[in-house]
Every structure is written in C-alpha cells, then in structure tokens.
C-alpha cells in the first residue's frame, strides 16, 4: 500500500473500507483544531482525525478490541505521522 507523504481523510476511510467492511463510516480530519498543540505538523491538516465507524466485525468485541481492530487498520498511518485518533464504535 502506497501512503500519501501526510495522512488524509480520503486515505483513511479507503483502508478502513478495505480493511474493516464497515456499515457506516465517517473520517473527519479534525488537525486544523488542533494548531499549536502537540503533534500538530504546521499544515492544519494530516495528524489528528475522528473516526466513526460500524461494522459487523465488531459485533462480538468488546469496546476495547473494536478500537484495537481500527489501530492494527490505521498502524500505517500511525507510523507515518497520524498523531491522534479518536474513535467512536457505533454498534
């Protein structure tokens, strides 16, 4: 998988698509909020996202191994600079 230089929403939600078979799906690159803080790359977009996300995957997880299924998707990412992610598990 070849990885854009700066994380995007388009390029998360296609993994997790790939990844995940979610039901329902949204990225939001929320890095713009976060300017001055911790991990923020100066470009105000690529380092803090909010992922809300369902799929049938996790119907037999508990809170914590759901979230753990959206990281292992995401490591890529992670290691390329995606500074924060919060995640919403819709069930």
Do not use: C, K, W
């Not at 039901?23 to 911790?38: I, K, N, Q």
């Not at 037999?60 to 995606?82: E, F, K, T």
């Amino acid at each position: 998988m070849s990885l854009p230089s700066v994380p995007t929403a388009a390029a998360l939600e296609a993994t997790l698509r790939e990844r995940l078979s979610p039901t329902a799906l949204e990225v939001l690159d929320e890095s713009a909020a976060h300017a001055g803080h911790a991990g923020a790359n100066g470009l105000g977009y690529g380092t803090h996202f909010r992922v809300r996300i369902a799929s049938p995957l996790f119907a037999s997880q508990n809170r914590v191994a759901a979230h753990r299924l959206v990281y292992d998707a995401l490591q890529p990412y992670i290691d390329a600079g995606l500074h924060a992610l919060a995640i919403d598990i819709q069930r």
